[in-house]
């Protein structure tokens, strides 16, 4: 397979006031991220709030520019493509489905907005492909001149579904599409991606902080951690054999079934790093219950160990055959 995103040495810095006697101050949302998606795979990006995932996203779908770093689209530089010709290959489904469409329009009207955008076809087609395309994520033409606020939340999230994909794209970027719906409609929606991933051959970059979702749907997962990657593998392999501590904590940290086991104990407290002041060394030692000398005063470097990649002292480079570059 080849590669058809490539995101090398991505960074993203945002400027932030620091008070009334404080100059401005740098928040690096992103700092120094390598990604790669093989087409038609599903990479799962997780972590804990603030870490980076939804920044990473955005760049990935040209709404927010890296502020150093570079991605590539099919081997070809994203920053030498036009909006619109990224748009025809890259489409978004949000978080929240009731903010990401527009009250005032008709479903649609919202859903042939791309086509519009782009001038395919004439208004009569565009109208007729929108409800062709309802309808192929389980919304009857009765709803195509309904609004949002006439719709439930996961109806709501099945017509932002269908604009991602009325323009045909190879690539859908799902920034936390089920945790704003009822969990019953989080398995309708899950059902419904993975159905329409095999029908169009579609890549997923899929940001999420449900363990369980990334598990269901993912086939690769990176792991993050104040704007880094600290872990990177297969899922399986990811999930059986964790390798860095914030991954194993992670994992540690899903509720199961069974009542006896009670609420599980992370050990990461409750207090996350700031992230305009990150600590020194690796950034994930205080609150680390692995570290050893030297994880307090040198970040380790994100090195390959045999199909995964980790970020941690307790794996050095030295040991591990095939150092990532």
């Known amino acids: 397979m080849s590669a058809l995103i490539r995101a090398i040495g991505l960074h993203r810095t945002f400027s932030m006031k620091g008070g009334l006697f404080k100059g401005r101050q740098q928040l690096h949302a992103v700092n120094g991220v390598d990604v790669t998606v093989e087409r038609s795979e599903v990479l799962g990006i997780v972590g804990e709030s603030g870490c980076g995932k939804s920044t990473l996203a955005r760049m990935l779908l040209g709404l927010t520019p890296p502020t150093a770093g570079t991605i590539f689209l099919d081997g070809q530089d994203v920053a030498t493509l036009g909006r619109l010709e990224l748009a025809r290959r890259i489409q978004p489904v949000f978080q929240d489905p009731y903010s990401s469409l527009n009250p005032r329009r008709s479903v649609a009207s919202i859903v042939s907005f791309p086509l519009d955008v782009q001038g395919i076809g004439t208004k009569s087609g565009r109208r007729a492909k929108a409800i062709d395309m309802l309808e192929r994520v389980g919304l009857p033409p009765r709803y195509a001149d309904s609004t949002p606020g006439q719709l439930s939340g996961g109806q709501r999230q099945r017509v932002g579904i269908a604009r991602a994909l009325v323009m045909n794209p190879e690539i859908v970027v799902c920034d936390e599409p089920t945790s704003a719906l009822d969990v019953s409609v989080q398995a309708q929606i899950l059902n419904l991606l993975m159905e329409l991933r095999q029908e169009f051959n579609l890549t997923y970059v899929f940001i999420s902080h449900n363990l369980a979702i990334v598990e269901h749907i993912a086939t690769h997962v990176a792991v993050m951690y104040l704007g880094r990657v600290v872990e990177f593998a297969e899922t399986a392999t990811l999930f059986g054999q964790p390798r860095h501590p914030y991954t194993q904590a992670l994992l540690a940290s899903v509720l199961t079934p069974e009542p006896h086991l009670g609420i599980p104990e992370t ?59």
């Not at 305009?276 to 030692?285: A, E, R, S």
């Not at 090195?303 to 040991?319: D, I, K, Q, W």
């Open 267 to 325: 050990g990461l407290g409750l207090s996350f790093p700031d992230p305009i002041h990150p600590p020194p060394g690796c950034p994930f030692h205080p609150r680390c219950p692995q570290r050893i000398a030297g994880c307090d005063t040198e970040r380790p470097a994100l090195v390959r160990e045999a199909a995964r990649e980790v970020a941690c002292h307790l794996y050095p480079a030295a040991s591990i055959k095939g150092v990532k570059p």
